[in-house]
């Protein structure tokens, strides 16, 4: 019998998502080694902004200890360049996960995918910024239109968590359907936000005071003005509509709403934004009297319609009876307009944030890594 094949996990990034996918990551190592022994999938590195700690000789390191040693290790930060040689020079392939919402890392993706790296992630930084890096990514992966020794490339995690958002625009495009329109909830900020200060029939908490539970729930980007200005759900958009065939420059070329109160703007920390926003909670209560008085609830949405080449992202009233109105906590719901589903679009609805259920996402992409990369 042959040896196992060998396949190694980097793990860059260990906070919310990070830290659930490592819980994830122990299951799928214990599941392989019962239904698919033939693959060594191994643990050799996790990385956070100042700390890292790398196996002896690409042997696996604990899961359930590896955070521990992170945190007491003492071994000086190298470069993400050298990290990735490092990774390059494995004894088989390799993928890196991306567990941070840093873009200077997103960057990289084509050079790593180059060297045969493969990435999986939920940053939306690297997909959504400039069409030409978004171009770079998929002209360097296997996947893409890159030979099949460079890394592959998912990252399901980055519309609607692990809802199977991605997954299921590519598979309508791939079979030959045309995409009429994309709207819906794409935050699962908004989505909590909005369900809890607003609720259908009255009542809801102080606005302020809901973002922050929305921090600590953990569905906020790391700086939750990201989530507030509309930028998070305008990357969104942006993948979606790219994925969709509309070229969208950047997350900046198409109206955007924010909900930053104009006297925050020059806030310098997340924390002191948070800290100011309950000044400004009767704004937000002038806005749902308003609503309220026609009957109505307010979202935050997004649209993208393919004829116009129009993407908008912003607040909507919405009648109490509308299915939108009626989501429940950090709720996304993505309908899909499309030709063959006419006028009864495809609707994916769910949890649209929050560590275990990104970290699926993430872990699922992992193993789609796996089942390419495994020799029969
Ligand atoms: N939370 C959610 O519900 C969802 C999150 N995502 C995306 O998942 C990603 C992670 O989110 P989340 O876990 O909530 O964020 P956190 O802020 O909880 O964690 C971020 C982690 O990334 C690390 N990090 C940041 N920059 C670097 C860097 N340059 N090099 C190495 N490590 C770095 C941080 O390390 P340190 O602490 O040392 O700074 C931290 O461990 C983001 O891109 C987010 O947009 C996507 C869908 C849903
Ligand atoms: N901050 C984001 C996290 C997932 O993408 C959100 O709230 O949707
Ligand atoms: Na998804």
Redesign the pocket.
């Known amino acids: 019998m042959s040896p196992p094949q060998q396949i190694f996990a980097a793990v860059?990034?260990?906070?919310?998502?990070?830290k659930a996918f490592l819980a994830q990551l122990d299951f799928v190592r214990q599941r392989l080694a019962k239904q698919n022994p033939a693959i060594d999938l191994r643990l050799v590195l996790v990385?956070?902004?100042?700390?890292q700690i790398a196996s002896k000789e690409f042997s696996h390191l604990d899961t359930n200890t590896v955070l521990k040693s992170l945190e007491s290790s003492n071994e000086a930060l190298p470069s993400?360049e050298d990290t990735v040689q490092h990774l390059s020079s494995a004894p088989g392939r390799v993928i890196l996960v991306d567990?941070?919402?840093?873009l200077?890392?997103a960057s990289t993706y084509p050079s790593i995918l180059a060297r045969g790296v493969s990435v999986v992630t939920?940053?939306?930084?690297g997909f959504s910024d400039n069409y030409k890096l978004w171009n770079d990514i998929f002209t360097a992966a296997a996947n893409g239109s890159g030979p099949s020794t460079n890394g592959y490339v998912f990252h399901e995690?980055?519309v609607g968590?692990g809802l199977p958002v991605l997954s299921s625009l590519r598979e309508l495009i791939d079979t030959g359907d045309e995409v009429t329109r994309i709207e819906g909830v794409f935050s699962?900020t908004m989505s909590f936000l909005f369900n809890s200060f607003m609720p259908v029939g009255g009542g809801g908490g102080a606005f302020g005071a809901e973002v922050a539970k929305a921090k600590e729930l953990?569905?906020t980007?790391?700086d939750p003005r990201d989530d507030l200005n509309g930028l998070?759900v305008a990357r969104k958009l942006t993948i979606l509509a790219r994925i969709a065939g509309l070229p969208v420059e950047s997350p900046t070329s198409f109206p955007v709403e924010s909900l930053i109160p104009k006297e925050l703007e020059s806030c310098q920390s997340g924390d002191e934004f948070l800290q100011r926003l309950p000044e400004f909670d009767g704004q937000m209560d002038s806005l749902k009297a308003a609503a309220a008085k026609e009957g109505k609830v307010v979202r935050f949405v997004g649209s993208i319609d393919m004829a116009t080449k129009s993407v908008k992202v912003g607040l909507q009233k919405f009648d109490v009876s509308h299915p939108i109105a009626a989501l429940k906590g950090s709720d996304n719901i993505i309908n899909f307009y499309t030709k063959r589903y006419g006028s009864n679009p495809l609707i994916i609805q769910g949890a649209g944030?929050?560590?275990d259920v990104?970290a699926m996402g993430v872990t699922a992409d992992l193993l789609k890594v796996v089942r390419l990369v495994q020799k029969n």
């Open positions: 860059v990034g260990v906070g919310g998502v990070g990385r956070r902004s100042t700390k993400f567990n941070t919402s840093d200077k890392l939920p940053n939306k930084k995690s980055t968590a699962g953990g569905y980007e790391p998070d944030a929050g560590g990104t």
